[in-house]
DNA sequence: TAGAGATTTAGAATATTATCTAAATATCTA
DNA sequence: TAGATATTTAGATAATATTCTAAATCTCTA
């Protein structure tokens, strides 16, 4: 889970989440939002599917990305044990 | 919230959140836990200070560090709103 | 199968981050 | 008020991260 934290923590890469979270992109489509480079994109996208964050699927010649929500739900239960009292058993990578 | 995800991006940083979880700390008591220089932990808790996830309060000699939640359901929010396909409406930076 | 289009890989430059030691600041107490 | 304790600030170094251009790889189609 520490590589979605880190992840999460550069702002184009969660602007590339909350595109793909209305519909999955090319890699080409994703990289026309930005004023970067396609290969630093590239870069980016390849960190969130590192992270567990997105899928990546060869069509043609291009390559659809999609959102992958089970990291993200696993964040989101890190988030709740900080908030709650109970529940000290959750487990954490130091 | 830039932020405080970049706060969140480092292990050290999350142990101390967990570690304030269950109850108040001061510096040294937080440094302590770690096999990290007390100035670093210091830096560490300025990060988390900055970013709106802890609050400082000097008590005499010490300075007592806690959990501040509002930023954390900040952070829940922007998560959940990646996993819903509903509100498309929500604030992030970026 | 040659060329075009889409994406990634390689390599480098720059910026940011994490960490340390040494020194400074703030508070309490004898 | 002098010394002890707690914490932060300053300055430096080493490791990571972001970004770029150029080149390589993969796939489709004429």
Redesign the pocket.
Known sequence: MNDAF?AL??P?RRQILRLLRDRSM???EV?DQF??????I??????LKQAGLVL?E?Q????MYSLHTTVVEDVIGWMFHILGKEGKEHDDEQ
């Open positions: 880190k923590a550069d184009t090319s890699a080409g990289a004023n970067i480079s396609k290969p630093s590239s870069h980016h996208l390849n960190i990546d060869r043609g010649q291009s390559i």
